[in-house]
């Protein structure tokens, strides 16, 4: 199966750490992305390989991987970490497949 | 700074074809990369609708393959997407992005909201 399956929601205290998962048998073979998406805007790639941030992505945010399941942590969230995340990976022949996402709350 | 647009009819009748193009600045198409179409109903997450490289070879969603059609044009530096026979279902913010490297979509359009409406 291509399916990637994502928490709908979680939470974190300010100034915490916090991790999103994300399963899917695909992981067990390519490395998931992770992006961040605010209200009305589009999505923002945050972590993608193995564990790589984009030019500007705060070093906040990491991405580690073990099975079948792929993990975003965000250690010290902070208030504008406030969003949906969603992995993204593919399978073996090349489509890609998106999470349901989970909306993180930062208290 | 690698930068995309997309743009297209903001309203479409059910059964007739939601046509987009997806207008690429700062890099060549021709150079390489895939380049995708993503869309997000209201409320909704993210489905990938598929991916196009400058050689004009495709990968659709398995689900929409029936009905999806992405071409490219080099010569404009730009690529498109064609979905037939479309239904309420099909109402979402539309996305053109760059499938880098390792898979992931490192740039993006703003999104563009198409409403299948009578």
């Known amino acids: 199966s291509s399916e990637l399956t994502q928490d709908p929601a979680v939470s974190v205290a300010l100034g915490q750490t916090v991790r999103i998962t994300c399963q899917g048998d695909s992981l067990r073979s390519y490395y998931a992305s992770w992006y961040q998406q605010k209200p009305g805007q589009a999505p923002v790639l945050v972590i993608y390989g193995k564990n790589n941030r984009p030019s500007g992505i705060p070093d906040r945010f990491s991405g580690s991987s073990s099975g079948n399941t792929a993990s975003l942590t965000i250690t010290g969230a902070q208030a504008e970490d406030e969003a949906d995340y969603y992995c993204n990976s593919r399978d073996s022949s090349g489509n890609a497949v998106f999470g349901g996402g989970t909306q993180l709350t930062v208290l | 700074q690698v930068q995309l647009q997309e743009s297209g009819p903001g309203l479409v009748k059910p059964s007739e074809t939601l046509s987009l193009t997806c207008a690429v600045s700062?890099?060549?198409?021709?150079?390489?990369?895939?380049w995708g179409w993503i869309r997000q109903p209201p409320g909704k997450g993210l489905e990938w609708i598929g991916s196009i490289y400058h050689s004009g070879s495709t990968y659709y969603n398995p689900s929409l393959k029936s009905r999806v059609t992405i071409s490219v044009d080099t010569s404009k530096n730009q690529f498109s997407l064609k979905l037939s026979s479309v239904t309420a279902a099909d109402t979402a913010v539309y996305y053109c992005a760059r499938r880098g490297g390792n898979g992931d979509f490192d740039y993006w359009g703003q999104g563009t909201l198409v409403t299948v409406s009578s």
């Open positions: 700062g890099y060549s198409i021709s150079s390489g990369y895939y």
